[in-house]
């Protein structure tokens, strides 16, 4: 202990089905070891003579041998049709518990030297105790693995679903680069033509530095605000080269929204489409402003440009969203890409919405939920060592196997 403080080792508890074999022993111990003690404990309560216990612990033996055996016919039995399970489990059932049965009162007939009975009687005594026992303990067998199979498919959808959705939003993001890039080249193409070599050098300079910055960047990884708002920069830089004075831009970014968590690459196309219907529709250019707040446990991201609002191409390009035109924004790759984005990564705890103030331009509003940078969590997590998933606690083999 150093300055006061208590130094915590890093522990995550083990599921216990983790490693199937040994849950079943565990289980399988404590089972029938419990069996042989409350067997003990009913001796010792009706005054027996303490030899009984042997007869316990040849009975709980006699059960674990059984249960064992049983273990490997139901292995085969529980992926079968369930005619077949259920038809074939209750003979193996009965041949246990007969067994297991025939085994007891032999040992006890034996014990007693035939003073109590003949041995039919002892015969049917026993079966009626080891009868429930066996059934009790094959319930369980099913049940526990029935579970495990069903958390294993649910495991399973889950994976595959998280990778449906990783690889649309991988496909999103990289419909962003191109579309953005075409852009530029043909700024550089128009500066080439007329024979502006300096200012073309210097984007394609920009371009570079912005593409090896986006492109290291992988799909679907989330970046804080103050990352995103860096690389929107440097594309703001290449656009400055195109509309010098004309383009001017505003960050209000909070300082507690600056380390929250967003898509990558998710401001940059709203600030592409206000310089393409804002800044470039006017002679006289126009302002963005881009604003990032938290709302109680939401985060707000407003992306504004003092542009022409919805006349012209950017009216024709849009398409009512409102709940009762029953119809979907859709502007090209912009918009439309960062909708389906937000789909993809939120469902329904998002919103994306359009506006258009009463004094001009146009206003895109963006509701998340807020989520703060856990890179120091994260690094803390990754040194402590790694426990099995869930989706490992039911492979192929059903619990009581050996591989």
């Given at each position: 202990?150093?300055?006061?403080?208590?130094?915590?080792?890093?522990?995550?508890?083990?599921?216990?089905?983790?490693?199937?074999?040994?849950?079943?022993?565990?289980?399988?111990?404590?089972?029938?070891?419990?069996?042989?003690?409350?067997?003990?404990?009913?001796?010792?309560?009706?005054?027996?003579?303490?030899?009984?216990?042997?007869?316990?612990?040849?009975?709980?033996?006699?059960?674990?041998?059984?249960?064992?055996?049983?273990?490997?016919?139901?292995?085969?039995?529980?992926?079968?049709?369930?005619?077949?399970?259920?038809?074939?489990?209750?003979?193996?059932?009965?041949a246990a518990v007969a067994v297991s049965a025939f085994i007891n009162a032999w040992t006890l007939s034996i014990y007693q030297g035939g003073a109590e009975g003949n041995f039919a009687s002892l015969l049917?005594?026993?079966?009626?105790?080891?009868?429930?026992?066996?059934?009790?303990?094959?319930?369980?067998?099913?049940?526990?693995?029935?579970?495990?199979?069903?958390?294993?498919?649910?495991?399973?959808?889950?994976?595959?679903?998280?990778?449906?959705?990783?690889?649309?939003?991988?496909?999103?993001?990289?419909?962003?680069?191109?579309?953005?890039?075409?852009?530029?080249?043909?700024?550089?193409?128009?500066?080439?033509?007329?024979?502006?070599?300096?200012?073309?050098?210097?984007?394609?300079?920009?371009?570079?530095?912005?593409?090896?910055?986006?492109?290291?960047?992988?799909?679907?990884?989330?970046?804080?605000?103050?990352?995103?708002?860096?690389?929107?920069?440097?594309?703001?830089?290449?656009?400055?080269?195109?509309?010098?004075?004309?383009?001017?831009?505003?960050?209000?970014?909070?300082?507690?929204?600056?380390?929250?968590?967003?898509?990558?690459?998710?401001?940059?196309?709203?600030?592409?489409?206000?310089?393409?219907?804002?800044?470039?529709?006017?002679?006289?250019?126009?302002?963005?402003?881009?604003?990032?707040?938290?709302?109680?446990?939401?985060?707000?991201?407003?992306?504004?440009?003092?542009?022409?609002?919805?006349?012209?191409?950017?009216?024709?390009?849009?398409?009512?969203?409102?709940?009762?035109?029953?119809?979907?924004?859709?502007?090209?790759?912009?918009?439309?890409?960062?909708?389906?984005?937000?789909?993809?990564?939120?469902?329904?705890?998002?919103?994306?919405?359009?506006?258009?103030?009463?004094?001009?331009?146009?206003?895109?509003?963006?509701?998340?939920?807020?989520?703060?940078?856990?890179?120091?969590?994260?690094?803390?997590?990754?040194?402590?060592?790694?426990?099995?998933?869930?989706?490992?606690?039911?492979?192929?083999?059903?619990?009581?196997?050996?591989?």
């Amino acid at each position: 202990m150093a300055n006061g403080t208590i130094a915590m080792l890093p522990f995550k508890p083990t599921p216990f089905f983790a490693d199937k074999n040994r849950a079943f022993w565990r289980l399988q111990f404590l089972g029938w070891g419990g069996a042989m003690v409350f067997r003990s404990a009913t001796v010792v309560a009706n005054d027996r003579p303490l030899d009984y216990l042997v007869l316990a612990l040849i009975a709980a033996i006699t059960g674990l041998s059984i249960s064992l055996i049983l273990s490997v016919i139901y292995s085969y039995l529980i992926n079968r049709r369930p005619l077949v399970t259920w038809g074939l489990t209750a003979v193996a059932l009965a041949a246990a518990v007969a067994v297991s049965a025939f085994i007891n009162a032999w040992t006890l007939s034996i014990y007693q030297g035939g003073a109590e009975g003949n041995f039919a009687s002892l015969l049917l005594v026993v079966s009626y105790l080891d009868a429930p026992l066996l059934g009790a303990w094959s319930a369980l067998y099913y049940a526990i693995n029935f579970f495990l199979t069903v958390e294993e498919q649910n495991d399973r959808l889950e994976r595959l679903e998280a990778q449906a959705t990783a690889a649309q939003l991988a496909m999103l993001r990289y419909q962003l680069n191109p579309h953005f890039l075409f852009n530029t080249l043909n700024s550089i193409s128009t500066l080439v033509l007329l024979k502006q070599t300096a200012p073309a050098n210097a984007m394609l300079t920009r371009l570079s530095s912005f593409l090896r910055h986006t492109l290291v960047m992988q799909p679907g990884v989330r970046v804080t605000i103050a990352q995103e708002v860096e690389t929107l920069q440097l594309y703001l830089e290449i656009e400055r080269m195109r509309f010098e004075e004309r383009l001017r831009t505003e960050f209000r970014i909070d300082p507690d929204a600056a380390q929250a968590m967003i898509p990558s690459m998710l401001l940059q196309p709203l600030v592409e489409n206000a310089i393409k219907y804002g800044v470039s529709a006017q002679e006289e250019g126009a302002r963005i402003s881009v604003a990032a707040q938290v709302l109680g446990n939401r985060l707000r991201l407003t992306v504004a440009d003092t542009g022409p609002g919805l006349q012209g191409s950017r009216r024709n390009d849009i398409i009512d969203s409102s709940p009762g035109a029953g119809r979907s924004v859709s502007t090209g790759v912009g918009l439309a890409n960062i909708r389906d984005r937000l789909a993809q990564a939120y469902g329904e705890q998002h919103r994306f919405e359009i506006a258009t103030p009463p004094g001009g331009g146009f206003t895109v509003v963006i509701e998340i939920p807020f989520e703060r940078d856990a890179s120091a969590e994260g690094a803390e997590e990754a040194r402590m060592p790694a426990t099995p998933a869930a989706g490992s606690l039911a492979a192929a083999q059903p619990i009581g196997t050996t591989p």
